[in-house]
């Protein structure tokens, strides 16, 4: 596990935060396809908080993108680098993510997020800031739409339809599970939307939520339960 302060400089008001949202968002990639689904390696992140004790625990776990057996994981504890205010969740998680990517022993290959990426009002949710700060290809996966609208996918599993703010298209409502409520998948950096729908689905052979996701997750909770635990 890696120990991860708030890094020198790091955006301390939201107008610091929305303009290094508003520089780097220009850097964001979307006209690359991504690696095909079902290939090589995958990572899902995801992070845990104790706002009481000023403590986020990050986790990122690699799956070998074929079998989704675990191939490696790490971990990072820090204190919490910004307040919570929506939009900007971003930079509460990124310095122990970036911890956690940077202890994998392993490429991480594509980086699945349990969030946004350009389903965001700035459209730079944090698998855009996460791939243009790694140059990894990432795709956001979340569990609501956040502000945005979108029809009901068909049923069967596979549907989908678009997530939509105004008519501008920023990602999918994807059916991962028949007649179970959808998932919301966007672009982060350097994968189409087609693609990264098509990761989601080779993600989510059992359960609505891919496995990167419910890897993480579990991981980071625990490594938080045990960070706030320690005599």
Same mark, same amino acid.
């Given at each position: ?28 990639? *979307? $006209?690359?396809?991504?690696? /095909? @689904? =079902?290939?090589?390696?995958?990572? +899902?992140?995801?992070? &845990? ?51 956690? *990517? $940077?202890?994998?022993?392993? /490429? @991480? =290959?594509?980086?699945?997020?349990? +969030?946004?990426?350009? &389903? ?112």
């Amino acid at each position: 596990m890696t120990t991860v302060g708030i890094p020198a400089g790091w955006p301390a008001t939201e107008e610091e935060a929305r303009a290094v949202q508003d520089e780097l968002r220009a850097e964001v990639v *979307l $006209d690359e396809p991504g690696p /095909p @689904p =079902g290939t090589g390696q995958v990572t +899902g992140v995801d992070v &845990a908080y104790d706002d009481e004790r000023d403590v986020v625990a990050a986790a990122a776990v690699v799956l070998d993108a074929a079998s989704l057996d675990v191939v490696a994981e790490a971990t990072a504890v820090g204190r919490i680098s910004f307040p919570y205010v929506p939009g900007l969740l971003a930079f509460r998680e990124l310095p122990t993510v970036l911890a956690a *990517l $940077d202890a994998l022993p392993c /490429p @991480p =290959g594509l980086v699945v997020c349990d +969030g946004y990426g350009r &389903a965001h009002p700035r459209r730079f949710g944090l698998a855009g800031h996460l791939g243009v700060l790694t140059g990894l290809p990432t795709i956001g996966v979340a569990k609501n739409p956040f502000t945005f609208t979108y029809d009901d996918p068909d049923a069967p599993r596979g549907s989908s339809s678009s997530l939509l703010a105004g008519s501008e298209e920023v990602g999918r409502a994807l059916r991962t599970r028949a007649g179970v409520k959808p998932v919301f998948v966007s672009v982060g950096h350097r994968v189409s939307l087609e693609n990264a729908c098509a990761h989601t689905l080779a993600l989510t052979p059992r359960f609505r939520l891919p496995e990167t996701t419910r890897r993480a997750d579990s991981l980071c909770r625990r490594v938080l339960q045990e960070a706030t635990t320690r005599p």
